[in-house]
């Protein structure tokens, strides 16, 4: 966890799925699926502790407690059983953080180009953390972050550098 402009910590217990579809076509079959209803573009919709996020026009990603992963797997089966579909467990290959506060904002503005301030309470986007690719929504009094796995480290240092009380990401 680092502190300073901002409050950046792993999220812990994280599951995440990958849905991909003809959304025009499996959309009812898959909110009826997760109680969740399908998000617009660009957006999120949320139920309890489960939020649905699109991510381009052919996919979703539920995000949800890693303990619920395996019924929502099993729900999307039933619900999308011999239709054109892909729904793929995607925890163990994703990693997500919050950067909290009322500098939040800030903080991820030094390493995105994606403008959040304009980005509504339901939003989300695809973009980048200096190079890495990730998704960012609103999230309580901030933001969350998810990227992959494999650059964790990496994007967690990059988090806790935009954090600290300095402007600048130059590490001279």
Known sequence: ????????????????????????????D??????????????????????????SPDELLLVLPRDQVAPALAALAASLAGRHALVLDVSDMRVGFLVQGPSAGQVLAK?????????????????????????IWRQ???????GFRSVADYLR????????????LDPR
Do not use: K
């Open 111 to 135: 390493l995105t180009p994606a403008n959040l301030s304009a980005m509504p309470q339901d939003g989300m986007l695809r973009s980048r953390a200096a190079q890495v690719a990730c998704a």
């Open 30 to 55: 898959i909110a009826q699926a997760l109680g969740i209803p399908i998000p617009e573009r660009t957006g999120t919709s949320l139920a309890g502790a489960r939020r649905l996020c699109w991510m």
């Open 140 to 146: 309580d009094e901030g933001f969350a972050i998810i």
């Open 1 to 28: 966890m680092a502190e300073a402009l901002a409050r950046i910590t792993e999220i812990s217990g994280l599951g995440m799925i990958q849905i991909r579809a003809v959304l025009s076509e499996t959309g009812p």
């Open 157 to 168: 240092a990059l988090l806790v550098n935009a954090a600290s009380a300095g402007t600048s």
